[in-house]
């Protein structure tokens, strides 16, 4: 045993468990010496495995929940909560007298008539989209679209107003850039089913629209694949006479959205039916729970091996400290200091690793957008293009149950290593250790 841990090792209360003496030897035991350099090695080996996976886990969990967090927003935010249609053999003609009965009713925040119908534009370029046919006032309720930071160009006040205004039409940043039009640019929209003519049925129908204003909500999906126009355009352009085809239900808890389901259900006739945002989304939703669990498990368990290099770093630092534990435990320490020593050499491992990659996780989850930014610019292209990601910025949402649980697996694996090798060396028998010395 060299001179400086025998310093280390003075009477009274630097010997009580935990105490000065066990605390230090720790500490020079996982320090960089000459003799003990590739010990030194692997505790460092072992402190940046741990740092890595709490960080990448971390990240990641947020990463996702973001994800599905701002995904239900958009959804909630732009569609309906509870959706109100007639069965096959009927027709929503009462739709005006029905939106506000169900205003009424506690609970609801709005209740808003829809005709729905697939088009195809034509302009500077042309694709597919769906068409949605929305009273004004409706339209200027939602957020997401008229709201100050969503509606980018154009107004949302002669929206379904005059001659001009019943012309216009409304789409998203992505769609006018993909047809190559601006505010009060003619659109050409396509639908089919034209009108009867003399030499039979026209297989499609076409009108020239105006944009009169364009949204960007942040998700591609509804910025370059959805026009919204006035609701009594939208009944003669798709040919639905006096009704609609939905009325789209807010409610001010769609989290909980049971109880005003079945208060709605009771206000309905036997032509009408109404089902819910999650009978249309759920399994999708389930999909992406699943998908975390499991990423979950993987990260988890890359975690365990990065951890189960302390094991690997003590049992050799038992091995290199053979003679030093032999002549502690002449001296009079105990199996339960030895033991302790080797305890909290692997917990300082465990714990430093730990809280750096807390600090690191939480840091870049809370930029994880800028960090996205900065790395596409500098490579070059999107490392998440929106196309395929949905969201112009990755989304993350710190949950602080989830970085607690991350924390606390890291630590109880971080105790588990210990175990063994600390065992180890309290069980080694002085006289065996010294005998080759």
């Known amino acids: 045993?060299?001179?400086?841990?025998?310093?280390?090792?003075?009477?009274?209360?630097?010997?009580?468990?935990?105490?000065?003496?066990?605390?230090?030897?720790?500490?020079?035991?996982?320090?960089?010496?000459?003799?003990?350099?590739?010990?030194?090695?692997?505790?460092?080996?072992?402190?940046?495995?741990?740092?890595?996976?709490?960080?990448v886990l971390i990240v990641v969990m947020s990463v996702m929940e973001g994800f599905r967090a701002k995904?239900?927003?958009?959804?909630?935010?732009?569609?309906?909560?509870?959706?109100?249609?007639?069965?096959?053999?009927?027709?929503?003609?009462?739709?005006?007298?029905?939106?506000?009965?169900?205003?009424?009713?506690?609970?609801?925040?709005?209740?808003?008539?829809i005709v729905q119908d697939y088009v195809y534009l034509t302009a500077g370029g042309q694709t597919a989209a769906i068409a949605y046919g929305i009273e004004p006032e409706d339209l200027r309720s939602i957020e997401l679209i008229a709201g100050e930071d969503h509606l980018i160009e154009g107004s949302l006040e002669t929206f379904g107003e005059g001659r001009n205004g019943g012309n216009e039409i409304v789409?998203?940043?992505?769609?006018?850039?993909?047809?190559?039009?601006?505010?009060?640019?003619?659109?050409?929209?396509?639908?089919?089913?034209?009108?009867?003519?003399?030499?039979?049925t026209s297989p499609i129908r076409d009108k020239t629209y105006y944009v009169g204003a364009i949204y960007s909500i942040g998700m591609s999906e509804y910025d370059s694949g959805f026009i919204y126009m006035p609701l009594q355009q939208a009944q003669l352009f798709f040919r639905r006479g006096e009704a609609v085809d939905k009325i789209e239900v807010r409610v001010d808890a769609p989290q909980d959205i049971r109880p005003y389901q079945e208060r709605i259900l009771a206000q309905l006739s036997d032509t009408l039916y109404a089902y819910n945002w999650q009978n249309l989304h759920q399994s999708y939703f389930n999909a992406l729970q699943t998908e975390r669990a499991l990423m979950r498990i993987i990260l988890s368990l890359i975690l365990a091996v990065a951890v189960l290099n302390i094991i690997t770093?003590?049992?050799?630092?038992?091995?290199?400290?053979?003679?030093?534990?032999?002549?502690?435990?002449?001296?009079?320490?105990?199996?339960?200091?030895?033991?302790?020593?080797?305890?909290?050499?692997?917990?300082?491992?465990?714990?430093?690793?730990?809280l750096t990659g807390l600090v690191l996780g939480v840091l870049i989850s809370l930029n994880v957008g800028p960090i996205e930014m900065a790395l596409s610019d500098w490579f070059g292209f999107r490392l998440f293009p929106s196309e395929v990601y949905?969201?112009?910025?990755?989304?993350?949402?710190?949950?602080?149950?989830?970085?607690?649980?991350v924390v606390s697996f890291a630590l109880v694996m971080s105790f588990l290593s210990t175990l063994y090798p600390a065992w180890r060396a309290a069980s080694l028998d002085p006289v065996e250790a010294l005998r080759y010395e």
């Open 1 to 55: 045993m060299t001179a400086s841990t025998e310093k280390a090792t003075p009477e009274g209360s630097a010997t009580r468990p935990f105490g000065l003496f066990e605390w230090t030897v720790a500490r020079r035991y996982i320090s960089a010496t000459k003799k003990g350099s590739g010990v030194s090695l692997i505790s460092i080996i072992a402190f940046i495995g741990i740092a890595l996976a709490v960080t």
């Open 71 to 113: 995904l239900l927003d958009q959804l909630l935010g732009v569609n309906g909560h509870i959706y109100v249609q007639a069965t096959q053999d009927a027709e929503l003609t009462n739709y005006a007298g029905l939106s506000e009965d169900l205003r009424q009713i506690a609970g609801v925040e709005s209740a808003i008539p």
């Open 171 to 200: 789409m998203g940043r992505r769609l006018a850039a993909n047809l190559g039009v601006g505010i009060g640019s003619p659109v050409t929209v396509i639908t089919a089913g034209g009108a009867e003519t003399p030499m039979g």
């Open 313 to 354: 770093g003590l049992v050799m630092l038992v091995k290199d400290k053979m003679s030093d534990i032999a002549v502690m435990r002449t001296l009079g320490a105990t199996r339960g200091s030895v033991m302790r020593i080797f305890f909290l050499s692997g917990m300082m491992i465990g714990f430093l690793g730990t």
């Open 390 to 405: 949905l969201f112009d910025q990755m989304p993350a949402r710190v949950q602080f149950a989830e970085v607690i649980s």
